[in-house]
């Protein structure tokens, strides 16, 4: 299966930031056709429009919201998107269910931006903290987690899975490859178990925590992983090519 690469700016971001970064990813990107099925990058809201344009003339490039807000029709509400919004800015891709926004939502908070999004292709974030991942609840918290998205489903829904270890975001620290491969085949089994008419290859489980230039071949290669959601070195033009160009 062709992998998936995806940047999470969080909040960092300039206009000077994207120009000088796009001369250099535009410059030097050598796309692996037969190995990349997508590159996608996740600006904060008020770069999306200066990312489209950046990454208009590559192919297999594309951009996404970070997140949204649920009522899209409130206008009295202050701060925050909408899904008419992001879908204004053609958007292709959302991050739903993201470790850092997660503590501020309920599960029914969760699923209406499913609902609203299920004509998108939704990235859905999922991970355990370090006591659950102490205490050995690693599945039962994951698996928790994708009932909502299970929950949610219908028909011709996109099913991509980020599964991001709380504790190992911008800890430098990740899991064992062994584990990795495990827990992203724990996910696949799951979602199928609960969605019969779901096969295997319908559902990409991208790996997020701490991928780095130096890490990304060995994580790309490992058995179940689709691909790699990245933080911070994504914000390094150099690194985040070299991400996107390594030969697993």
Known sequence: M??????????????????????????????????????????????????????????????????????????????????????????????????????????????????LCKKMNIIFCVGENSLERQSDETLKKIFSQLDELIESYSDKMSIIIAYEPVWAIGSGEIPTLSNISKIHESIKKYIIQKLPSIKENDIMVLYGGSVTAENANSILKTD????????????????FTKICDVEF
């Not at 700016?9 to 000088?20: A, G, M, P, R, T």
């Not at 030097?28 to 003339?57: A, G, H, T, W």
């Not at 179940?224 to 690194?239: K, N, P, R, T």
């Open 2 to 115: 062709k992998k998936i690469i995806a940047a999470n700016w969080k909040n960092n971001c300039s206009k000077e930031f994207v120009s000088k970064y796009f001369s250099f990813f535009n410059a030097n990107i050598k796309i692996n056709q037969k190995r990349i099925k997508e590159i996608i990058f996740f600006p904060p809201d008020l770069y999306l429009d200066m990312v489209s344009q950046s990454i208009k003339d590559l192919s297999s490039i594309n951009y996404g919201c970070q997140n949204l807000k649920i009522n899209q029709k409130n206008t009295t509400l202050t701060g925050g998107n909408t899904y008419e919004m992001i879908e204004d800015m053609n958007c292709k891709y959302v991050i739903i269910g993201h470790s850092e926004t997660r503590e501020n939502e309920f599960n029914k908070s969760l699923k209406s931006k499913i609902l």
């Open 224 to 239: 179940f992983v689709d691909g790699v959601l990245v933080g911070g070195a994504s914000l390094v033009a150099e690194e």
